[in-house]
């Protein structure tokens, strides 16, 4: 099953634009990160997996420990909505919630916490760590293949940045064939992975409250902040124009990747879509949900602000060139 459903369905939506459509994109990291740990003899039939995750990796684990009968323990936060967590419940794994954010690092951290804790409980355990383990972004490399023999050379890879897996795994192995590939991040005001300072954010599934070791921002050229009402519509959009039923975090890849394939019409573009929309139907997709929240109607940009640096007060769409910059020498500068 896992086999049949890790990679992207590529579907071309523009003269010079395709996205890879995931069903579940963090199916595939997490198979091959727990392939690599048996194989260094880290993990056995007996041993219990730990993971801090509030999103589709904790889905993605859990599946595939049912698949090889590893009990799985999930350490998340409020944002698993009840759908989910049935999902999760069902194939056998115990879920924890943090209901309260640790004052420095938010939810993320509260999670972490609660993670050092369950080692001391669990003697024989094994942490995939999404967020530092190399294992991650090297599970990448089949999809950069697949977008290699499918479509050619590639110009410009967009995707949202959460742990750094998916953009910086599939850059770094098409940059073996195009060193000149230019990388878009896609984050969220409120995020600090680019240097924006923590807050809380409507918009989730992209950005994070901790900066990953994932996140290799040196190989980012440039970096856009997508606010919700933004992200919303365009996820709206690209189901209503396209006919992919997709969440928030794929509906604002498609925005920014969607801009950057109008201002380059000879460059080739491709967009990674990382969630589908099903677990968005009582929010993104009611009309009700986004008036209750002053979305719905919500002026929106229509194409990002520049900025100088992530200090600068960000728009609902703001854009920023990285130009492949560490993030410590970036926010030592000021604007």
Known sequence: MVEATQLPRLIRIGHNLHVAAFGLMKLLPARYMLDR????????????????????????LAIVCRLRGN????????AIDPGLRRRLNQLGTRVEICEDPSPE????????????????????????NQYGNPDNPAAYSVVAEQLCEAIGPIDCLVGAVGSGGSTIGTSSFLRLVSPDLHLVG?????????????????????GNSLVPGN???????????????????????????????????????F???SWWARCNPDAQVV?????????????????????????????LAPEPVEVAHPAQELGGWSRMDWNRRRLHDLIGARP
Not at 108 to 122: F, V, Y
């Open 255 to 257: 925005l920014v990747a």
């Open 186 to 206: 896609v984050d969220t005001p409120g995020s600090i992975i680019f240097g924006q300072p923590d807050r809380p954010r409507i918009l989730r599934g992209l």
């Open 37 to 60: 740990a048996a194989e260094r003899g880290e993990l056995d039939w007996g041993t219990t997996v730990l993971e801090t995750s509030s999103g589709t990796f904790g889905l993605g």
């Open 271 to 299: 967009a990674l879509l990382p969630d589908e929309g099903y677990r968005y139907l009582d929010t993104v997709y009611d009309d009700e949900w986004l008036r209750a929240i002053d979305l719905l109607d919500a002026p």
């Open 71 to 78: 009990a799985l323990t999930i350490v998340g936060d409020p």
């Open 215 to 253: 996140v290799q921002h040196e190989s980012y050229d440039e970096v856009h902040w997508v606010g919700p009402a933004e992200a919303f519509h365009a996820t709206r959009r690209l189901y209503g124009r396209h006919c992919l039923f997709m969440g928030p975090t794929s509906g604002a890849a």
């Open 105 to 128: 690092g938010g939810y993320q951290r509260a999670r972490l916490d609660r993670l050092a804790e369950l080692r001391d409980e669990h003697p024989d355990h094994y942490i995939p």
